[in-house]
């Protein structure tokens, strides 16, 4: 895909944008916002977002291949089955409230210090990931994988259905409730009451 060689797209607001109609000709979109917008299955593949903000946008399954999400702020949007594994790693940097998150893949990703507020993480994919300091503040982690995850001083107090198999992760100062604690030990079959 060729881009025309047009300046960055600077702080604009997408209001209501379906992606058939969204020109991602300039490849990069700084300080813009996108809200309400629907994005399902869109192609930004290659595109630069940098200090952005999505507004319960639906972006369930978008292309993020090669994309850089720089300082990106997702709240209420729907991003069912997103590979941000396929995202560009060098300075990708996200935050999340309020999303819809089944599915997704953030697989071998650096996520330190990344916060997840009142997510839906469902079947979500962290495995190899860095997901130290990490924040998972009233999320849904049913049957989400963690496996060889770095999640030292991450904070999972107030996060549910959770289940993470302690030897084949990294926990050292991890944060869990006394109601957490079931979490870490389902693996062993052991009953608590």
Do not use: W
Not at 78 to 84: A, E, I, N, Y
Not at 143 to 156: M, R, Y
């Amino acid at each position: 895909m060729t881009r025309k060689a047009i300046g960055p797209v600077t702080g604009k607001v997408f209001e209501k944008m379906a992606s058939r109609v969204f020109d991602t000709s300039a490849g990069v979109f700084e300080g813009c916002r996108f809200v309400q917008c629907n994005f399902a299955q869109a192609v930004f593949s290659e595109l630069v977002f940098r200090e952005c903000a999505f507004e319960q946008c639906d972006l369930s399954m978008v292309k993020l291949g090669g994309t850089s999400l720089q300082e990106v702020r997702f709240s209420g949007c729907k991003l069912l089955g997103v590979q941000f594994s396929e995202c560009r790693k060098l300075l990708l940097d996200m935050s999340f409230e309020r999303c819809m998150m089944k599915l997704s893949l953030f697989s071998g990703l650096d996520l330190k210090n990344t916060r997840f507020s009142n997510c839906d993480l469902q079947e979500a994919d962290f495995s190899a990931a860095n997901l130290s300091g990490a924040l998972f503040d009233d999320c849904d982690l049913r049957q989400a994988l963690f496996f060889h995850t770095n999640l030292e001083k991450a904070d999972f107090r107030t996060a549910f259905n959770f289940s993470i198999p302690p030897e084949s992760n990294r926990l050292r100062k991890a944060k869990f409730s006394l109601d957490g604690l079931r979490g870490l030990l389902d693996a062993y079959g052991i009953e608590i009451e």
